[in-house]
């Protein structure tokens, strides 16, 4: 028995190492994504940066009248983030008629203390639009261009927002 236990430890050590490598390295990579984030913003803090990411990302996927053919109403949709209150993101959306004419802005905040920091997206195959969903309860958060690597930079960099928003 203390054979075949003995066996079982020595093939379960380096998989468990290798999973502590694993950890190590994703933290690394958060860490490189984190300084390359600074590097490009030219700043020493890590909120501005992930907020002037977010927002860089935000206006090149904006969802525009131009990608809306064939649709009634087309119109601009166009997204912003800034830091509210502690623990709160505040979300603007402005919507503009395709004549630029009509503009309608809403604010939306958003609480992130107590929840799980991973914005889920879809974007469906027949559709123009990639959805970002509210991490707090699922509701649609915003749309943007269907762009799947885009929308996989979008969600990453508001993930790391929130935890940043989360840490105080």
């Known amino acids: ?76 949709l166009l997204y912003r983030f800034a830091v509210g209150n502690a623990g709160e993101l505040i979300l603007r959306e402005e919507s503009r008629g395709q004549q630029g004419t009509a503009i309608a802005v809403r604010n939306q905040r958003v609480p992130v203390f107590g929840i799980d920091p991973f914005i889920r997206y879809e974007c469906p195959t027949g559709g123009i639009r990639c959805v970002l969903f509210n991490p707090a309860d699922g509701s649609p958060l915003l749309s943007i261009v269907r762009d799947h690597q885009g929308a996989g930079e979008l969600a990453k960099a508001l993930s790391f927002l929130i935890r940043n928003v989360q840490k105080g």
């Open 1 to 76: 028995m203390a054979m075949l236990l003995g066996t079982a430890l020595c093939a379960a050590l380096p998989a468990l190492a290798s999973a502590a490598d694993e950890g190590a390295l994703q933290g690394a990579e958060q860490a490189a994504y984190l300084d390359g984030l600074k590097r490009l913003y030219l700043t020493d803090n890590e909120r501005q940066a992930l907020l002037a990411h977010s927002n860089a990302l935000l206006e090149t996927y904006a969802l525009r009248a131009g990608y809306q053919v064939g649709q009634a109403q087309r119109q601009d």
